[in-house]
């Protein structure tokens, strides 16, 4: 009961974090791309089990670690990572073991890790121009009518030039709002 205590409390520091631009971004990159996930994790999930079913056949009954199908599992998801013996698996069976070796390796690690990446980093870009063009669509002029107002018409070159300077606006931008 104290760790799922402790597990909710950590999750609810999350709720803290949405105040920071970038946390916001992450979260809601992670929303946008929650299809695309699963998607990607079912498409995992069958070849994990395809390669596990393969290992159980070919290795379960020499190796303790592939006798049944969750230890399989278990152990090709710690190949990923870098744990395996591939001698032990060699001296198993000679001739099975670099074709399942070198297609679990390029397989996984290459094409479904690269692709898991390669969505993430889609849908950050696409949250990440959305949100510029929010920032650009709204608050830009929000702020200079706010400066215009406050300031009036004279001060309003020096109202752009401040919002110009910073880093995250393009001075093409300001240009066609303040035409």
């Not at 996930?37 to 995992?44: E, P, Q, R």
């Not at 069958?46 to 596990?52: D, H, T, V």
């Not at 399989?72 to 074709?99: A, H, K, Q």
Request: charged share 15%; aromatic share 20%; proline share 3%.
């Amino acid at each position: 009961m104290a760790a799922i205590n402790s597990f909710l409390g950590f999750i609810k520091i999350f709720k803290f974090l949405k105040f920071s631009y970038h946390m916001t971004l992450l979260w809601d990159t992670l929303i946008y791309a929650v299809w695309d996930i699963v998607c990607m994790f079912s498409v995992f999930f069958i070849i994990i089990s395809g390669f596990s079913i393969l290992a159980l056949l070919v290795y379960g009954p020499y190796l303790p670690q592939y006798h049944n199908i969750s230890s399989s599992i278990s152990t090709l998801m710690r190949m990923i990572l870098g744990e395996f013996d591939y001698v032990e698996l060699s001296t198993t069976n000679p001739y099975v073991t670099p074709i399942f070796f070198m297609t679990y390796i390029f397989i996984v690690v290459f094409v479904i890790l690269n692709m898991f990446i390669a969505v993430i980093c889609e849908y950050y870009e696409r949250v990440r121009k959305y949100k510029k063009s929010l920032i650009m669509e709204h608050l830009l002029p929000n702020f200079l009518e706010s400066c215009t107002y406050v300031l009036n018409k004279k001060y309003k070159k020096c109202c752009i030039y401040l919002f110009n300077s910073f880093s995250c606006f393009k001075k093409n931008n300001i240009d066609e709002i303040k035409q």
